[in-house]
């Protein structure tokens, strides 16, 4: 399969990758076919994206992806962010193969799942949007402390 320059650098060299500590918004997908997980944590100021993290179980160019999408939402206003669609993060690749082009609904839905956890926490349930794709959406809570820990290894 042929990937873009750009795509091997953010599989290479990803963006934001991790979790925020104590985020204001947690989006966590499964795709329904292949079984990959992604995980978005943001941190939200003025109503725009301050932050972003990432972690993907998933296939290389859903790793680029996820670098991708972390890059292209911040700054975004919430809304901008939720609108970011499948077409721009495969373009902002330099292209993804025709078999590859549902793992960037994977990037774009974890991020709408994000914003609407934020959504939902915050008193706009109006807000929330749909998904893109046929993605399972997880519980998103934030991960103990402890199991990151640097005396549990
Ligand atoms: Fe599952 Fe790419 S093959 S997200």
Not at 17 to 24: A, I, K, Q, T
Not at 43 to 71: H, L, P, W, Y
Not at 92 to 116: F, I, R, W, Y
């Amino acid at each position: 399969m042929n990937y873009s320059d750009i795509v091997m650098d953010h599989f290479m060299n990803p963006r934001n990758v991790g979790e925020l500590e104590n985020p204001d918004g947690i989006g966590q997908i499964g795709n329904v076919n292949c079984g990959d997980i992604m995980r978005m944590t943001i941190q939200v100021k003025d109503n725009r994206i301050a932050d972003v993290k990432f972690k993907t179980f998933g296939c290389g160019a859903a790793i680029a992806v996820s670098s991708m999408v972390t890059e292209m939402a911040k700054g975004k206003t919430l809304e901008e962010a939720v609108r970011i669609n499948q077409d721009e993060v495969a373009r902002a690749l330099g292209g993804l193969p025709e078999k590859k082009l549902h793992c960037s609904n994977l990037g774009t839905d974890a991020l709408k799942a994000a914003v609407n956890d934020y959504w939902r926490k915050n008193g706009h349930p109006e807000k929330v949007v749909p998904l893109e794709d046929e993605h399972l959406e997880q519980e998103a809570e934030p991960q103990h402390a402890c199991c990151h820990s640097p005396e549990r290894g």
